[in-house]
């Protein structure tokens, strides 16, 4: 029993907006680090990344406030509303 409850919080823990979070961190330090070489155009990476870090954040922080425990919703959650988001932002260039 004891293992099962190890494994649910883990997955609570990296629920796929934290890992969006993780993915927009390393393209933040992708971007930095090549700033010198891309003659300062990879600092649109950071422009971009920068709020899709903290709409990712913010959706992580209200579906671990609503589903405390229900590690099951809150993959459903943000999965549901990470497809909607980006939906919506690709019928916006379409």
Request: hydrophobic fraction near 65%.
């Amino acid at each position: 029993m004891k293992e099962n409850v190890v494994k649910r919080n883990w997955l609570r823990i990296l629920s796929p907006a934290v890992l969006g979070i993780v993915l927009c961190v390393i393209g933040i330090i992708i971007s930095f680090v090549g700033l010198e070489t891309s003659g300062g155009w990879s600092f649109l990476g950071v422009i971009i990344l920068a709020p899709v870090f903290g709409i990712l954040l913010a959706i992580d922080f209200i579906a671990k406030l609503i589903f405390k425990h229900k590690t099951l919703f809150i993959w459903i959650v943000e999965l549901l509303v990470l497809v909607l988001v980006y939906v919506f932002w690709i019928s916006t260039f379409i």
